[in-house]
C-alpha cells in the first residue's frame, strides 16, 4: 500500500509510547541516511520517551507501531480529513460511494446550425430550379451525379485500392440524366449499357492486374449513383413533373426527418446495430408515420388525381426505401472505415451522405405515380 494513499492522523499506542512517523521509522531512527526524526506533536502532544512500547533497538520500526490506525469518530481531528482518508484507501470497507453522475442530454452528433443552414440554402435552389426552368434542375441533378461518383471512386480508391474508371462513369452518367429526361426511360437503359460498356474498354489501358475487380466496381457504381438518379428526370419530364419530383423529396425529407426525431427523443431498441448503431426501432415508427401523414397530404393536394389512400400508401413505401437506402450507404462506409464520404457539405458530410435516402427511393416513387396516376 502506498504511504501517500493514507491520510489518517495516527493513535497514540497503548501506554503512552512514542507516535510513529509518517515516513515508516521510529523516532531516533535512521531512514535513508537522515538524522534522527522529531516525534510530531499537535493534537496528541508529545510522546511519552519513557514507554516500554518503542520499537525495537537500532532504528528497526516495529510493524505494530508504524501501520497507521484510522481514527475513529470523536478521537478528534476533521471529519472531512477522516473522510477523504478513508475514501483514498481502496480496501476501506467504508469507502463513501461516489455521488450519481447526472444524465448526459442527448447530443445530435453533428453542427445543427451548419447541417440547417446548408440544408436551407440547397432547399432553395432545388426549389427555384424545379419551378423556374427544369432545364436548369436536371443540370442540377447531373452535377450532383458526378460529384457523388468521384466521392465514391476516391473512397474506394483510398481504402481498398480500387481502381474505377472515373472519367467514363461521370460522362455517362451526366448523359444518363439528360437520355432519362428526353426519351425516357428506353433513353436511360441504353445510356446505362453504354457508359458499363465504356468503363469495360477504359479499364483495358492500365495493367490488367485487378481488371475484374475494378470494372465490377464500375458498373456497381454507374448502377447505384446515375441509374437510380434518373429516375428523378423521369419524374421530371411528366406534365406535372415539378410536383411529382418535390412529392418525392418531401417525403424522404420527412421520412429521414421523422425517424431522427423521434429516435432522438424515444429511441431505446437497435434497428441494425451491426451497419448502423444509431438507427432504433422508434425512428422507423417515427420514419413510417410522418411519412405516411406527408404523403395523404401531398396526394390529395399536389398530384392531379391523387388521393389520399394512395399517399398512406406511397408514404408506407418511401419510409422503407429511404431506411434501406441509409443502411446501405452505412454498410459500404462500415465496410470502408469511415464516417461520411465527403467533407463538401458542412453538417451533412458529402454529397453522397445526402443521396443515400435519395437515390434508392426515386425508383419507388416513380413506379407508385405512375401506377396511381399514369406517365403524366
Same mark, same amino acid.
Given at each position: 500500500?502506498?504511504?501517500?494513499?493514507?491520510?489518517?492522523?495516527?493513535?497514540?499506542?497503548?501506554?503512552?509510547?512514542?507516535?510513529?512517523?509518517?515516513?515508516?521509522?521510529?523516532?531516533?531512527?535512521?531512514?535513508?541516511?537522515?538524522?534522527?526524526?522529531?516525534?510530531?506533536?499537535?493534537?496528541?502532544?508529545?510522546?511519552?520517551?519513557?514507554?516500554?512500547?518503542? &520499537?525495537?533497538?537500532?532504528?528497526?520500526?516495529?510493524?505494530?507501531?508504524?501501520?497507521?490506525?484510522?481514527?475513529?469518530?470523536?478521537?478528534?481531528?476533521?471529519?472531512?480529513?477522516?473522510?477523504? &482518508?478513508?475514501?483514498?484507501?481502496?480496501?476501506?470497507?467504508?469507502?463513501?460511494?461516489?455521488?450519481?453522475?447526472?444524465?448526459?442530454?442527448?447530443?445530435?452528433?453533428?453542427?445543427?446550425?451548419?447541417?440547417?443552414?446548408?440544408?436551407?440554402?440547397?432547399?432553395?435552389?432545388?426549389?427555384?430550379? $424545379?419551378?423556374?426552368?427544369?432545364?436548369?434542375?436536371?443540370?442540377?441533378?447531373?452535377?450532383?451525379?458526378?460529384?457523388?461518383?468521384?466521392?465514391?471512386?476516391?473512397?474506394?480508391?483510398?481504402?481498398?485500392?480500387?481502381?474505377?474508371?472515373?472519367?467514363?462513369?461521370?460522362?455517362?452518367?451526366?448523359?444518363?440524366?439528360?437520355?432519362?429526361?428526353?426519351?425516357?426511360?428506353?433513353?436511360?437503359?441504353?445510356?446505362?449499357?453504354?457508359?458499363?460498356?465504356?468503363?469495360?474498354?477504359?479499364?483495358?489501358?492500365?495493367?490488367?492486374?485487378?481488371?475484374?475487380?475494378?470494372?465490377?466496381?464500375?458498373?456497381?457504381?454507374?448502377?447505384?449513383?446515375?441509374?437510380?438518379?434518373?429516375?428523378?428526370?423521369?419524374?421530371?419530364?411528366?406534365?406535372?413533373?415539378?410536383?411529382?419530383?418535390?412529392?418525392?423529396?418531401?417525403?424522404?425529407?420527412?421520412?429521414?426527418?421523422?425517424?431522427?426525431?423521434? &429516435?432522438?427523443?424515444?429511441?431505446?431498441?437497435?434497428?441494425?446495430?451491426?451497419?448502423?448503431? &444509431?438507427?432504433?426501432?422508434?425512428?422507423?415508427?417515427?420514419?413510417?408515420?410522418?411519412?405516411?401523414?406527408?404523403?395523404?397530404?401531398?396526394?390529395?393536394?399536389?398530384?392531379?388525381?391523387?388521393?389520399?389512400?394512395?399517399?398512406?400508401?406511397?408514404?408506407?413505401?418511401?419510409?422503407?426505401?429511404?431506411?434501406?437506402?441509409?443502411?446501405?450507404?452505412?454498410?459500404?462506409?462500415?465496410?470502408?472505415?469511415?464516417?461520411?464520404?465527403?467533407?463538401?457539405?458542412?453538417?451533412?458530410?458529402?454529397?453522397?451522405?445526402?443521396?443515400?435516402? $435519395?437515390?434508392?427511393?426515386?425508383?419507388?416513387?416513380?413506379?407508385?405515380?405512375?401506377?396511381?396516376?399514369?406517365?403524366?
Amino acid at each position: 500500500m502506498n504511504d501517500s494513499s493514507w491520510r489518517a492522523r495516527p493513535m497514540p499506542p497503548a501506554g503512552g509510547g512514542p507516535v510513529p512517523h509518517a515516513d515508516g521509522g521510529a523516532p531516533g531512527g535512521a531512514r535513508g541516511g537522515r538524522g534522527p526524526v522529531p516525534p510530531p506533536t499537535g493534537f496528541w502532544g508529545p510522546p511519552d520517551q519513557g514507554s516500554a512500547s518503542a &520499537g525495537p533497538a537500532h532504528g528497526t520500526p516495529d510493524p505494530q507501531q508504524t501501520r497507521p490506525m484510522p481514527t475513529v469518530p470523536g478521537s478528534g481531528g476533521n471529519q472531512d480529513d477522516r473522510d477523504r &482518508g478513508a475514501a483514498r484507501h481502496s480496501g476501506s470497507p467504508s469507502q463513501p460511494s461516489q455521488p450519481p453522475t447526472p444524465p448526459q442530454k442527448k447530443r445530435a452528433g453533428r453542427d445543427l446550425r451548419a447541417a440547417i443552414g446548408v440544408g436551407l440554402g440547397l432547399g432553395v435552389v432545388i426549389i427555384a430550379s $424545379l419551378f423556374i426552368v427544369k432545364a436548369v434542375f436536371v443540370g442540377v441533378i447531373a452535377a450532383a451525379v458526378v460529384v457523388g461518383l468521384w466521392e465514391l471512386s476516391s473512397r474506394l480508391s483510398e481504402k481498398k485500392y480500387i481502381r474505377i474508371p472515373l472519367v467514363p462513369l461521370a460522362v455517362g452518367g451526366a448523359a444518363m440524366v439528360v437520355a432519362g429526361y428526353l426519351r425516357g426511360a428506353e433513353g436511360a437503359f441504353v445510356t446505362m449499357a453504354l457508359t458499363a460498356l465504356a468503363a469495360l474498354v477504359w479499364r483495358m489501358a492500365e495493367p490488367p492486374e485487378d481488371y475484374l475487380r475494378d470494372v465490377t466496381a464500375g458498373v456497381f457504381a454507374a448502377f447505384y449513383v446515375p441509374f437510380l438518379a434518373t429516375f428523378v428526370a423521369l419524374m421530371l419530364a411528366a406534365e406535372d413533373g415539378a410536383w411529382r419530383v418535390l412529392t418525392f423529396l418531401l417525403l424522404t425529407v420527412v421520412s429521414d426527418t421523422g425517424a431522427y426525431a423521434i &429516435g432522438w427523443r424515444f429511441g431505446r431498441h437497435k434497428l441494425a446495430p451491426r451497419i448502423s448503431p &444509431g438507427k432504433t426501432r422508434e425512428g422507423l415508427v417515427g420514419a413510417v408515420a410522418f411519412a405516411m401523414a406527408a404523403g395523404a397530404l401531398c396526394m390529395e393536394f399536389l398530384i392531379d388525381g391523387g388521393r389520399w389512400w394512395q399517399g398512406l400508401l406511397l408514404g408506407l413505401a418511401v419510409a422503407a426505401s429511404a431506411t434501406l437506402g441509409d443502411l446501405g450507404e452505412s454498410m459500404i462506409k462500415r465496410d470502408l472505415g469511415i464516417k461520411d464520404m465527403g467533407r463538401l457539405l458542412p453538417g451533412h458530410g458529402g454529397i453522397m451522405d445526402r443521396l443515400d435516402s $435519395l437515390l434508392p427511393t426515386a425508383p419507388v416513387v416513380w413506379l407508385l405515380l405512375v401506377i396511381f396516376v399514369g406517365g403524366g
